[in-house]
């Protein structure tokens, strides 16, 4: 069996390097897939967590599954948006973005 602290570590390394992605880049799709590594790290706590307090169930992997879904939903979403700021502003980095600016 692999220890809790092997999947905490891997959870934070793939945190970091989606907060990295949101923080470094300009694309407004780099960030909207570094959100994407940030949600998938917080599922692997949240399964790791439950597996070693309560043993891996049908519960936790029916909640992870609805995480995985609302996090495709929110991406969907996202990438809609940037398609139409595209097609209004021609654009898609992130700082030249000020639709909502006066």
Not at 2 to 16: D, G, K, M, T, V
Not at 56 to 65: E, M, W
Not at 66 to 93: K, Q
Request: charged fraction near 10%; charge should be neutral.
């Amino acid at each position: 069996m692999i220890p809790l602290s092997w999947y905490l570590i891997f959870s934070a390394a793939l945190f970091c390097i989606g907060l990295f992605g949101v923080l470094a880049r300009k694309n407004a799709i780099a960030i909207i897939m570094s959100l994407e590594l940030m949600l998938n790290a917080v599922n692997v706590n949240l399964l790791a967590f439950w597996s070693y307090l309560y043993g891996l169930q049908f519960d936790a992997l029916v909640f992870v599954a609805i995480v995985f879904t609302v996090a495709a939903a929110e991406t969907a979403v996202g990438i809609a948006l940037i398609l139409s700021v595209y097609r209004r502003r021609e654009t898609v980095v992130a700082s030249e973005i000020d639709l909502l600016k006066g």
